[in-house]
């Protein structure tokens, strides 16, 4: 498999959270960052690669909206990491073959036991707990440190089902501190206080926060440059840097914004600006998610998309009242409203403020919505 082209390397900061990883105090990372801006594509093509390249084992899970339940997910990742092949190689196999049977190798005797992951709900049995600490304890006997890379896993907070399996995991990593290091991943705030922030979280302490940096210009001239070399034409970097910047400096934006370009070799940068604009409204679904909104949710994302940010104060709530014929709101039914915004993905306080989660969202409810 050829390296993808596309793919702005994070070299740097790559190898600054592997030696952090493996030399650093903690045994496990914490890296939150919004939705879309580049997490598991940095687990999956920086990190990953390099682990393996210095001879670390790298596993690799992700709870996002998964088929199968957490556990299965986890069980999965480590049966085949003990596979042979390359890293890449075995998350493309893995990929394609999600097979709801796992031959699951059984400890010690050499027996296989085929269990079917798409059986396993709800609350994990004991005995799958078990199973798991025994993976987690035969992917690690290596001489270099084993990687767990846990992508999405606010998911985890969603259920109570869930408690045991993060309680046992803690327990497996902590036992073998010296040979398993974690990095947890994910885009909600919320779901990560409820698993390392919280006084009575699993995680409380376990983990070491770092920050993924945002994308800039070096990202935009190696788009650039990649787009050049495939499409034979140049694009003016004035523009793209432009455009990077109406897209929110978000990368994946952008790149909808260049695959546009490709196919269609007479467009420029800006006239395919509002196409790319609608067409991401559309992929993401802003106007069903607008339209699932009650009245209220709607007035209230209306101010904060207008960067409202004191919800609770007398002039948002009077202005949100006036907008669904009322008077001025109580602070309870806007709390009601901002829990559900959050709830849904919407709104967070990631900033220290009330804010809508995603910029491009908060510009389309300042154009469209009525
Ligand atoms: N380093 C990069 N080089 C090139 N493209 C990138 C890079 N990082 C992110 N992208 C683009 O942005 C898209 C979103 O990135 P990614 O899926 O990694 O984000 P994420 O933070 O994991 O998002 P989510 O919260 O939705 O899981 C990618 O599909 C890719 O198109
Ligand atoms: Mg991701």
């Given amino acids: 498999m050829v ?5 702005f390397k994070r070299g740097e900061f790559t190898s600054r959270v592997l030696t952090l990883l493996i030399d650093g105090p903690g045994q496990a990372l914490t890296l939150f960052a919004p939705r879309r801006t580049g997490k598991t594509e940095f687990l999956l093509k920086d990190l990953a690669p390099l682990a393996e390249k210095r001879g670390h084992r790298v596993v690799y899970a992700s709870f996002w909206q998964a088929p199968l339940s957490p556990q299965a997910v986890l069980l999965h990742a480590l049966e085949t990491s003990l596979q042979r092949g390359t890293f890449r190689d075995r998350m493309r196999s893995s990929a394609l073959a999600l097979a709801p049977k796992l031959k699951l190798s059984a400890p010690g005797a050499g ?3 085929a ?3 798409t059986a396993i709900r709800g609350r994990p049995p004991a005995d799958l707990l078990l199973r798991l600490d025994d993976l987690l304890d035969r992917v690690s006997r290596r001489r270099k440190e084993t990687i767990l890379l846990l992508d999405e896993v606010q998911e985890l907070a969603r259920s109570r089902d869930n408690a ?3 309680a046992a ?3 497996s990593l902590d036992k073998r501190s010296g040979r398993l290091r974690t990095v947890f991943t994910g885009s909600s705030r919320e779901g990560l206080a409820a698993m390392f922030s919280a006084r009575q979280a699993p995680f409380f302490h376990f983990a070491m926060p770092i920050e993924l940096p945002p994308l800039a210009e070096p990202f935009v001239d190696h788009i650039l440059a990649a787009f050049h070399k495939v499409a034979l034409r140049k694009l003016s970097r004035r523009d793209a840097l432009a455009a990077f910047e109406r897209l929110h400096a978000s990368p994946y934006f952008f790149r909808v914004l260049i695959e546009q370009l490709l196919h269609d070799a007479g467009l420029d940068i800006g006239p395919a600006l509002a196409g790319v604009r609608d067409r991401i409204a559309l992929d ?3 106007p069903d998610t607008w339209l699932a909104l009650t009245a209220i949710q709607r007035a ?3 101010a904060l998309a207008g960067g409202a940010d004191q919800p609770f104060g007398q002039p948002f709530r009077r202005r949100v009242g006036g907008e669904i014929g009322e008077p001025a709101l109580s602070a309870g039914r806007v709390q009601a409203a901002l829990r559900r915004l959050e709830r849904t993905g919407l709104a967070d306080t990631y900033t220290g403020r009330w804010a809508l989660v995603d910029p491009e969202f908060a510009a389309w409810i300042r154009e469209h919505a009525t």
């Fill in 111 to 113: 027996m296989e036991a």
């Fill in 3 to 7: 390296a993808d082209p596309w793919h």
């Fill in 300 to 302: 209230t994302a209306r």
């Fill in 164 to 166: 045991p399996l993060v």
């Fill in 115 to 117: 269990i079917d992951l």
């Fill in 284 to 286: 993401l679904g802003y």
């Fill in 169 to 171: 995991l803690r327990t």
